[in-house]
């Protein structure tokens, strides 16, 4: 097992990130977190895209590069089918939030969590069921009450839970997100949310970072409905920023125009909303009445 740390060590390292071990059921599970910095929010005339979705594209990438090397040192390796966050919890990498995300203190939740399995027991060992059993929170939030109080669409249980379908990111998989109240919610976030991280007391430490110049072209709403709005031919260069959601231009075009529907400066879009109306696409066309304040 020294031999597989030391070729895990050797790669996350480089990369700024963090691991750590745990056995569940006679397999090996090596966890890692990736850091990352968090985009500050935008000015206006530009959509927030959350930076985790680039640290997770990277870890994925990263991930997928471990299990060969292991697998040339003479390792089995094979794909988690446990929870991540659960595995980085009992192998003492990270803690559970309020908001049932998984932060540490040095990286606090800024992080993008992947794991690569191998065969046999090389870390401390644990049952399944103590892997799943009822985490408890971290000793801050015990008495905070930040996230919950902040989110939008209080999605966040008062004692603890999480209502994944009403959550903002649960609109943006689906392209809709139902009703006035969601839609207006979701601010001009075009994908990720934040907002529950952004005040959490374990990321006070954590600095963010203004928009590269390539991200303020690609992140600026004229650019991002012309680019949807053509379709697949253009979207190639937010592959990196948005994983395999980049190849679903009709979805990106709603969460365009509901970023600008909600938007300070909405009224520089009402040619882009008035072409949008002859989308085929009723989601489409749904969002492009926000922006014109047609009836819904």
Not at 39 to 68: C, I, T
Not at 134 to 161: F, H, Y
Request: include cysteine; charge should be neutral; hydrophobic fraction near 40%.
């Amino acid at each position: 097992m020294n031999d597989a740390l030391s070729l895990v060590a050797d790669k996350l390292n480089n990369c700024g990130a963090e691991f750590s071990t745990v056995s569940v059921e006679g397999k090996t599970y090596i966890v890692f977190a990736l850091p990352y910095v968090q985009l500050e929010a935008p000015p206006v005339g530009y959509a927030f895209v959350d930076s985790y979705y680039v640290a997770s594209n990277r870890a994925y990438f990263m991930r997928k590069e471990l299990a060969s090397l292991l697998g040339e040192a003479g390792f089995t390796a094979f794909e988690c089918k446990h929870s991540y966050k659960h595995l980085a919890v009992a192998s003492k990498l990270g803690f559970w939030l309020r908001n049932t995300l998984v932060a540490n203190e040095k990286f606090g939740s800024r992080m993008a969590l992947e794991v690569v399995g191998i065969e046999g027991v090389f870390a401390d060992e644990i049952a399944t069921e103590e892997l799943y059993k009822a985490p408890e929170i971290a000793e801050k939030c015990e008495k905070c009450t930040v996230c919950r109080r902040l989110c939008p669409r209080n999605c966040i249980g008062e004692n603890g839970g999480f209502c994944a379908e009403k959550c903002i990111r649960h609109g943006q998989d689906n392209g809709f997100f139902g009703d006035e109240e969601a839609a207006k919610a979701a601010g001009i976030n075009l994908w990720g949310c934040d907002i529950c991280q952004r005040f959490c007391p374990y990321n006070k430490h954590l600095e963010t970072r203004k928009m590269t110049e390539k991200e303020r072209e690609l992140f600026r709403l004229d650019s991002l409905f012309e680019v949807f709005w053509a379709g697949k031919k253009g979207c190639e260069p937010y592959r990196d920023i948005l994983g395999s959601n980049y190849l679903r231009p009709t979805r990106l075009l709603v969460l365009t125009l509901n970023a600008m529907a909600n938007s300070a400066n909405k009224n520089d879009y009402i040619s882009h909303a008035e072409k949008a109306l002859s989308h085929p696409d009723e989601r489409v066309k749904t969002a492009a009445k926000r922006v014109l304040n047609s009836e819904l």
